[in-house]
């Protein structure tokens, strides 16, 4: 019997949704996509409140896997204890400082304006990671957790790949 796909994705992102509003870094909406999101505009809510981005997950592939390392297992046997392993994809997306085209050119970002963004990133980060590190009931084990920007700013993208042991029902 495998778990819910669906209540296990709003699990996890109930979690970092709620872990991003304690920590005062909420997102305009936390939702379900079918494969990756697609990326409106991300730098303000429609209510005019300031706040920033959009939090998704979407499910990419289920397989056996080893019950230790959830790691995908090739050769299945039938009598064999195994686990199944689900892999998920959380994306924050958030603004980020702009270039701006000018009639004499380009305006970058001011410095102060790009150190705030650069630490605002790390707060994700690290609210991002520990809300599904410590996610209530899950067993799970990260794939990686990365970053992808437009060069010129305005939209980026964090996301959080994790492979979660969805055996069970």
């Known amino acids: 019997m495998v778990a819910d796909l669906n209540v296990v994705a709003s699990q996890l992102l109930d979690c970092v949704c709620a ?6 870094r909420p997102a305009c909406n936390c939702y379900p996509t079918i494969g990756p999101p697609l990326v409106g505009p991300c730098c303000e809510c429609e209510d005019g409140s300031g706040i920033t981005g959009d939090l998704t997950i979407n499910f990419e592939t289920m397989y056996p896997a080893d ?26 997306t958030r603004c980020y400082p702009t270039v701006t085209k000018t009639a004499d050119g380009i305006e970058l970002p001011t410095i102060e304006d790009q150190e705030q963004a650069a630490e605002d990133l790390g707060r994700d980060l690290n609210i991002v990671w520990q809300a599904l590190t410590c996610c209530p009931g899950m067993s799970m084990r ?28």
Not at 19 to 24: D, I, S, V
Not at 67 to 88: G, I, S
Not at 142 to 169: F, K, N, Q, Y
């Open 142 to 169: 990260w794939r990686d957790l990365a970053v992808d920007s437009d060069p010129e700013g305005g939209c980026s993208m964090l996301a959080a790949r994790i492979t979660v042991d969805v055996s069970g029902g």
């Open 67 to 92: 019950v230790r390392t959830l790691d995908r297992v090739t050769q299945v046997y039938p009598c064999r204890q195994r686990a199944v392993a689900a892999d998920f994809t959380i994306v924050l």
């Open 19 to 24: 872990a991003l509003e304690e920590a005062e």
